[in-house]
């Protein structure tokens, strides 16, 4: 099957893109090449176009710092295309005013990213309590950049703030570096008794070693299908780290594969009615 063939094509929606302007990325794939200086708006809507993708979320790349002007005036310029997800310091004085701020400039999601962190700040810090506050009140999402040693505190997060939207980016990093049957994927899968914990199926690029079609991912996402439900995934592409057109398309394949066993209804959810319900979007515009 091909996304021009799904009832819903030019209402799908990625919910993980990145723009940026003149600076080099390393891609971290197991292609290991480079990206072109520059991540597009206009590229990146060709692609959406010839993919059948109405709306894309654009976060804020973490080379960017905590700067968000280009994805707000991205999001500004193509309003009805491209939905502004935020990076965000919970360290930042007067942390209600920052948020505040931020809304009212059009931000429908916030990040942190704790990836690359030891120990897990600031998901694992007070500073994050604010912060987690805050967007329950306003019923925006937190994305949580992390990986799967850091899941107890994502846990520990959706417990503390149950009214508080969480979407764990890039399946926590878990997905192709242990296997499905693994604990600390098991750990992924058990944060589905959290009813607030969403989950991206997205940057596929990066864990498959199938590089064409990334079907060597099908297993995990059934897992976390299962966990889940189709009412709370989401895909993703994670372009432009996702290399070009032929690997934008390889990051739709391991949901499509299974379209005959999860139907179109699912696949509706996860691809256009998930991103909708988070992001507060209103798609009739488009």
């Given at each position: 099957?091909?996304?021009?063939?799904?009832?819903?094509?030019?209402?799908?929606?990625?919910?993980?893109?990145?723009?940026?302007?003149?600076?080099?990325?390393?891609?971290?794939?197991?292609?290991?090449?480079?990206?072109?200086?520059?991540?597009?708006?206009?590229?990146?809507?060709?692609?959406?176009?010839?993919?059948?993708?109405?709306?894309?979320?654009?976060?804020?790349?973490?080379?960017?710092?905590?700067?968000?002007?280009?994805?707000?005036?991205?999001?500004?310029?193509?309003?009805?295309?491209?939905?502004?997800?935020?990076?965000?310091?919970?360290?930042a004085i007067d942390i209600e005013v920052h948020v505040n701020k931020l809304l009212a400039q059009g931000a429908r999601g916030f990040r942190i990213s704790t990836n690359l962190s030891t120990d897990g700040k600031p998901l694992?810090?007070?500073?994050?309590?604010?912060?987690?506050?805050?967007?329950?009140?306003?019923?925006?999402?937190?994305?949580?950049?992390?990986?799967?040693?850091?899941?107890?505190?994502?846990?520990?997060?959706?417990?503390?703030?149950?009214?508080?939207?969480?979407?764990?980016?890039?399946?926590?990093?878990?997905?192709?570096?242990?296997?499905?049957?693994?604990?600390?994927?098991?750990?992924?899968?058990?944060?589905?008794?959290?009813e607030n914990v969403n989950i991206k199926i997205s940057s596929t690029n990066y864990f498959a070693k199938d590089p064409i079609r990334h079907l060597d991912l099908i297993p995990y996402v059934v897992r976390l299908l299962s966990?889940?439900?189709?009412?709370?995934?989401?895909?993703?592409?994670?372009?432009?780290?996702?290399?070009?057109?032929?690997?934008?398309?390889?990051?739709?394949?391991?949901?499509?594969?299974?379209?005959?066993?999860?139907?179109?209804?699912?696949?509706?959810?996860?691809?256009?009615?998930?991103?909708?319900?988070?992001?507060?979007?209103?798609?009739?515009?488009?």
């Amino acid at each position: 099957m091909a996304t021009r063939d799904l009832p819903f094509f030019g209402r799908i929606n990625d919910s993980h893109t990145h723009v940026w302007l003149g600076q080099q990325l390393k891609n971290r794939s197991a292609r290991d090449t480079t990206i072109p200086p520059a991540g597009e708006a206009e590229s990146l809507l060709e692609l959406m176009d010839a993919h059948g993708v109405g709306c894309a979320a654009i976060v804020t790349p973490t080379t960017l710092g905590f700067d968000n002007s280009l994805t707000l005036e991205l999001s500004r310029t193509y309003r009805d295309r491209l939905v502004p997800i935020v990076r965000i310091d919970p360290y930042a004085i007067d942390i209600e005013v920052h948020v505040n701020k931020l809304l009212a400039q059009g931000a429908r999601g916030f990040r942190i990213s704790t990836n690359l962190s030891t120990d897990g700040k600031p998901l694992g810090d007070s500073a994050v309590k604010p912060l987690a506050r805050i967007l329950s009140r306003e019923q925006v999402p937190l994305l949580v950049h992390c990986n799967f040693n850091q899941l107890h505190l994502v846990r520990d997060l959706a417990e503390e703030n149950p009214d508080l939207t969480i979407l764990i980016d890039h399946m926590a990093r878990a997905v192709g570096e242990v296997d499905v049957e693994d604990a600390k994927f098991i750990n992924l899968t058990g944060l589905a008794n959290y009813e607030n914990v969403n989950i991206k199926i997205s940057s596929t690029n990066y864990f498959a070693k199938d590089p064409i079609r990334h079907l060597d991912l099908i297993p995990y996402v059934v897992r976390l299908l299962s966990a889940y439900g189709e009412a709370r995934l989401l895909w993703g592409s994670d372009w432009p780290l996702s290399e070009g057109g032929s690997q934008y398309r390889a990051s739709f394949e391991p949901l499509l594969i299974m379209s005959k066993e999860i139907g179109n209804r699912a696949l509706q959810q996860i691809f256009v009615d998930n991103f909708n319900t988070l992001f507060q979007i209103h798609q009739e515009k488009i």
